[in-house]
């Protein structure tokens, strides 16, 4: 019996091994097979672990995906693929970076500036936190070269 999460993790695992050009549509089909929790409505101590394992896996499938579109130079591709994983987390620093630099591919300085300040208030207001020194260097970096 091959189950949905066996055929992610394998797609995942080609993924890694593929030239960037083939790793795309590896990993937009691995996310295409995540369709919410993992056994939603169970409540057993060993799905604790493995709901984690899918959920790291597809947000790191979503970054990788997202700094591919990057570099293959579809940066609404990568805007739309950063804010499904800031979805997932929304204290995300990595999605929010990810946004900001695929917004400043656009060319799109009012979006990362409200976006940046959107995630720097919503990280103050819901856990008394600023953003963390590397996405505060980064927004400013992109600030610095014009976006």
Not at 15 to 30: D, N
Not at 64 to 90: I, K
Not at 124 to 131: H, I, S
Request: charged fraction near 25%; aromatic fraction near 6%.
């Amino acid at each position: 019996m091959a189950l949905d999460v066996d055929r992610c993790d394998a797609l995942l695992a080609q993924a890694r091994l593929a030239a960037p050009v083939e790793a795309l549509p590896l990993l937009a089909e691995a996310d295409q097979l995540v369709r919410g929790e993992y056994l939603v409505g169970l409540d057993y101590p060993w799905l604790v672990g493995e709901r984690r394992r899918i959920g790291e896996a597809h947000a790191e499938a979503l970054s990788w995906s997202a700094e591919l579109q990057l570099r293959q130079g579809n940066a609404d591709a990568a805007v739309l693929t950063a804010r499904r994983l800031g979805a997932l987390g929304p204290y995300s620093e990595r999605a929010c970076v990810l946004e900001l630099r695929s917004l400043a591919k656009l060319g799109d300085l009012a979006a990362a500036e409200r976006r940046f300040a959107e995630f720097q208030a919503l990280l103050e207001a819901e856990l008394g936190v600023q953003p963390a020194d590397a996405t505060v260097t980064a927004y400013r970096n992109l600030r610095a070269e014009g976006l």
